[in-house]
């Protein structure tokens, strides 16, 4: 049974940080792209960043040099350091694990980040 299983998420104040973890289960990590999407309300859910089995990363515009995806394949998990946070980034924010080879692509069920003032 495969799970993807976020924690992090809050209520933070502008310009503070917060750091999503996603631990994965039931798969071979190390062959997956993990990546981290998010969902506002009335919005479609985009990719907010994501990194390659070899470590290779992508990010949205948006994100650029204020997140940072990591991950740790002795622990099976990918981390999100979001700075800098600001109201735009209120979101649900969703693990993806997701493998070409395998055809196979994974959700967690989604952490809530809210940036208020």
């Known amino acids: 049974q495969v799970q993807l299983v976020e924690s992090g998420g809050g209520l933070v104040q502008p310009g503070q940080s917060l750091r999503l973890s996603c631990v994965a289960s039931?798969?071979?990590?190390?062959?997956?792209?993990m990546g981290w999407y998010r969902q506002a309300p009335g919005k479609q859910r985009e990719l907010v960043a994501s990194?390659?089995?070899?470590?290779?990363?992508n990010y949205a515009d948006s994100v650029k040099g204020r997140f940072t995806i990591t991950r740790d394949g002795a622990k099976n998990t990918v981390v999100l350091q979001m700075n800098s946070l600001n109201p735009e980034d209120t979101a649900v924010y969703y693990c993806?694990?997701?493998?070409?080879?395998?055809?196979?692509?994974?959700w967690g069920q989604g952490t809530q980040v809210t940036v208020s003032s």
């Open positions: 039931g798969i071979i990590f190390n062959i997956y792209t």
């Open positions: 993806n694990a997701e493998s070409f080879r395998l055809s196979r692509n994974y």
């Open positions: 990194i390659t089995s070899i470590g290779v990363t």
